[in-house]
T-cell receptor
Framework: EAQVTQNPRYLITVTGKKLTVTCSQN?????MSWYRQDPGLGLRQIYY???????DKGDVPEGYKVSRKEKRNFPLILESPSPNQTSLYFC????????????FGNGTRLTVT | AQSVAQPEDQVKVAEGNPLTVKCTYS??????LFWYVQYPNRGLQFLLK??????LVKGSYGFEAEFNKSQTSFHLKKPSALVSDSALYFC???????????FGTGTRLLVSP
């Protein structure tokens, strides 16, 4: 089944404890992206990757890192999480960055205390 | 700069009645426009898109949307609502040549039996 898989689905952590949210897609998509969803703010892009050679910041990259060592994986790294990073996170992928629709994972709900 | 507005936080309709979820956009160029739906505890799912051509676009689950260039709108419609259509709906816009897909803040659709 074609899908974007995120893990974990739920995560509770404490301020400053490094964490990684994994994202993997099995559709051979070039483009991958991370979003956070907050009430009243919709989805905001954190980082995106055009392909394994190109990664760039989105609208809210502060406090996050990503890597794209291989096409299928695009982990999101929080080196020192803070409470304002409590949010619902989505990974998404598409064949390209033009007019193809995004395929989304089921989300990771992160709580930082 | 690209932006998307969904002026209604919530839309309520009775089952069997037509529904409209509004979306307006602001871009400097010809837009690609998308609608996504989010069910509880799930990622966003693609409904339909407008790239070029016919202003009336048909999508999944009986939904359609009308692109109106003069009013810079892309309203989502369905002739007869179902209770199962109750969900959170997001409009999104991308300008060709730019890598970012910008989302609106979402509209919660409630369909009563």
């Amino acid at each position: 089944e074609a899908q974007v898989t995120q893990n974990p689905r739920y995560l509770i952590t404490v301020t400053g404890k490094k964490l990684t949210v994994t994202c993997s897609q099995n559709m051979n998509h070039e483009y991958m992206s991370w979003y956070r969803q907050d009430p009243g703010l919709g989805l905001r892009q954190i980082y995106y990757s055009m392909n394994v050679e190109v990664t760039d910041k989105g609208d809210v990259p502060e406090g996050y890192k990503v890597s794209r060592k291989e096409k299928r994986n695009f982990p999101l790294i929080l080196e020192s999480p803070s409470p304002n990073q409590t949010s619902l996170y989505f990974c998404a992928s598409s064949p390209d960055s033009r007019n193809s629709p995004l395929h989304f994972g089921n989300g990771t709900r992160l709580t930082v205390t | 700069a690209q932006s998307v507005a969904q002026p209604e936080d919530q839309v309520k309709v009775a089952e069997g009645n037509p529904l409209t979820v509004k979306c307006t956009y602001s871009v400097s160029g010809n837009p690609y426009l998308f609608w996504y739906v989010q069910y509880p505890n799930r990622g966003l799912q693609f409904l339909l898109k407008y790239i070029t051509g016919d202003n009336l676009v048909k999508g999944s689950y009986g939904f359609e949307a009308e692109f109106n260039k003069s009013q810079t709108s892309f309203h989502l419609k369905k002739p007869s609502a179902l209770v199962s259509d109750s969900a959170l709906y997001f409009c999104a816009v991308r300008v060709p040549g730019f890598q970012k897909l910008v989302f609106g803040t979402g509209t919660r659709l409630l369909v009563s039996p």
